[in-house]
């Protein structure tokens, strides 16, 4: 087996409006890939946001008496703590450098994923624009997968990414947080290994193991790689959430 993965090169900056698929479908041409069925195009949620216009400016925003409180605890700005709140169904930790919330999608991450880097700013000083994450990103996912799949005839997968920490581990990954035609979770539960042994509760984030694989492509500073190409995901191709990535808060362990 094969898993090849192929950064596509040629995306330019995206703006508020820029159909996405039309860009990624160029790209393709660009960088010589023609889609087969059971492709997946991995896309990072920086320029879904910006061309859904989730781009926010610090110097629009009201600051409520909770942002305020907060910001006597962190170091953070109080408009920005304002977004946090505004993203999040709930907060679970406050340090100086960071705000851990249960984001409104259902994750747990560090500052709602509220992103600064690559955020060009088009209506008044850089270190005032921020980027929310999509609205939907699962919806935003099926949209693209349905437009890939008038052009060119072939089903593929569609995820949507983002840099996420982890419990108990050092530094940042790429993790799922949109997705349509592929699975989530890999049900590995009664299989054999090597040794005849039946598999008991080995469920595989797939997903997040493609994600993972394509951001160490795609970059976190000047790469302008947003979309990476994968062939050759070895798991029958089937409809999903992210919900199925999310654990419940009852066997969340770690709060």
């Not at 605890?73 to 703590?81: A, G, Q, V």
């Not at 907060?91 to 249960?102: E, G, Q, W």
């Amino acid at each position: 087996m094969d898993l090849i993965l192929h950064p596509l090169s040629g995306i330019p900056l995206i703006q508020k409006g820029d159909d996405v698929t039309e860009l990624i479908m160029k790209a393709l041409v660009i960088n010589k890939i023609e889609l087969l069925g059971g492709d997946i195009l991995v896309i990072t949620q920086k320029i879904i946001s910006k061309s859904e216009g989730r781009k926010v400016y610090l110097s629009n925003i009201q600051v409520s008496e909770r942002a305020r409180e907060i910001a006597k605890i962190s170091t953070k700005d109080p408009r920005l703590i304002e977004l946090i709140l505004r993203e999040s169904n709930e907060i679970l930790r406050i340090t100086p450098d960071h705000i851990i919330v249960v984001h409104r999608l259902g994750f747990v991450c560090a500052n709602a994923g509220i992103d600064h880097s690559n955020v060009d700013a088009e209506k008044g000083p850089k270190k005032d624009a921020y980027l929310l994450l999509p609205l939907d990103p699962d919806l935003s996912a099926s949209q693209i997968r349905e437009k890939v799949k008038i052009r060119t005839g072939r089903s593929v997968g569609i995820l949507i990414i983002d840099s996420h920490g982890r419990a108990w581990r050092n530094g940042i990954m790429g993790t799922t947080i949109g997705i349509a035609g592929l699975p989530a979770i890999v049900d590995l539960r009664g299989k054999k290994d090597l040794f005849g042994y039946r598999l008991k509760i080995t469920q595989e984030a797939a997903a997040d193991e493609l994600a993972a694989a394509a951001s160490l492509l795609m970059g976190q500073a000047d790469e302008k790689i947003p979309v990476v190409h994968i062939r050759g995901f070895p798991y029958e191709m089937r409809e999903s959430t992210t919900r199925e990535l999310i654990r419940a808060k009852e066997k969340d362990l770690f709060r």
